[in-house]
């Protein structure tokens, strides 16, 4: 009786230990299975490597790995060709297969393209955003780098940087069925938050698809206090707009500051900028309706800073006494890093053979129009794919506004390559581009 009880448990554990290797080695990676289940005949997990030649796929599903056969029958799915595949390492793919003499031959091999897995019910319109931020229940969350950020953002939005969404995921809120909201600049960075937020178990997230451009053509945003206390000691060249009454700017203002009543900023139209995208800040009385009337005369860059003047000024931050300015001088200045739209022209026309292009936007954007000698590598991957970078040649990176361009350039520098970012609106028709500086 002893010994069938001890081969009953033996059994028992064979069975068991079985059944987990045959679990932790099925091909599909975790992160997936939070969104998937496991499908005969289909695996997904992660681009180890491609080799042409021999025709084989390598996968990681953090287990194991596996190796999978194609050919020319093979389709394949958001990306242009078998070579193209090459430029995904390390990202998500899925698998379609069938078994063949013991062997696994893939008829057909997508890219996770993350754009074209989000819902339509899990994109918002700005008019739909505008109605459910009301919500207090509702959290907003920009998932730009925080300089982004700091120098402008959607008012309530809290920040959780998409790059390091895990440091940040804290701010998430604690109930799982509450409303979560992401926007950033289009492209991926909003839903990677999205899934990552999803399969954390949140059941109500959503993203802001035209994220902050969008906003700022139609709305004014926030500017962090520590943002403009860096502009003013580096001379980043600003608007700031003092709305009190003259006899309390006499007293104190911030520093470079304009006076101007708000009843007669209507008449004082003529003293503002005629670069619409000049970054222009009020404080005071009726800051928000100043703000809202500057957009009005086209302005895009309309901000409002959160704290009163008392506030700003009992943090130790730089105040002038006397009477402000009455006169608007704002002179852009090329802001550290960027390559002159002129330039950028000549390069499109003629490249130089010692600069590289880069279009730093999804591949699916091209469909639009692109450059003809750029190669092209996603923001999200420019980190990853550094090595296929000649680094004895000039990077120029370059996108459809500039910012995702500016990010890709500060990730290279923080991998020590030296580079240089088109900081300009492009509009993309086939070969043809029409570059506005920003």
Known sequence: MKKALVSTVCLATVLLATFVTAAEKRPMAKLCGMCHEPEPGVMMGFLENIA???????????????????????????????????????????????????????????????????????????AEFQMLRKDPKVAVFDVRPPMKYKMGHIPGAGLIPAPAFDKFVGKLPKDKAAPVIFYGVGGCLSPTALMKTRALGYTDVRIYTGGFPDWSRHEYGVVAVDWLKMAIAKGIPHVLIDLRPGSEVVKGHIQGAVAIDPARLESAKD???????????????????????????????????????????????????????ESITYTPKPRPGTVSVALFEQMVQKQPADVILVDVRNPDELEEGSVKTAINIPVDLIGERVAELDKNKEIILFCNTGIRAEMAHTVLMEKGVKSRFLDATVTFDGDELEVEEN
């Open 52 to 126: 042409i030649k021999s025709g084989t796929i390598q996968m990681d599903f953090m287990t194991h790995k596996e190796v999978v056969k194609f050919n020319d029958e093979t389709a394949v799915k958001y990306v242009r060709d078998f070579k193209d595949i090459r430029n995904y390492k390390k990202k998500g793919f899925q698998i379609n297969y069938v078994e063949r003499d013991g062997e696994k031959l893939a008829t057909e091999i997508i890219r996770f393209d993350i754009l074209k897995v989000i819902e339509d019910d899990e994109k918002l319109s700005r």
């Open 271 to 325: 003293m503002f900028p005629e670069r619409k995208k000049a970054p222009i800040i009020f404080y005071g009385p009726d800051s928000e309706k100043a703000a809202k009337l500057a957009i009005s005369w086209g302005y895009t860059a309309v901000r409002v800073l959160p704290i009163p003047f008392a506030k700003w000024q009992e943090m130790g931050n730089p105040v002038q006494s006397g009477p402000a300015a």
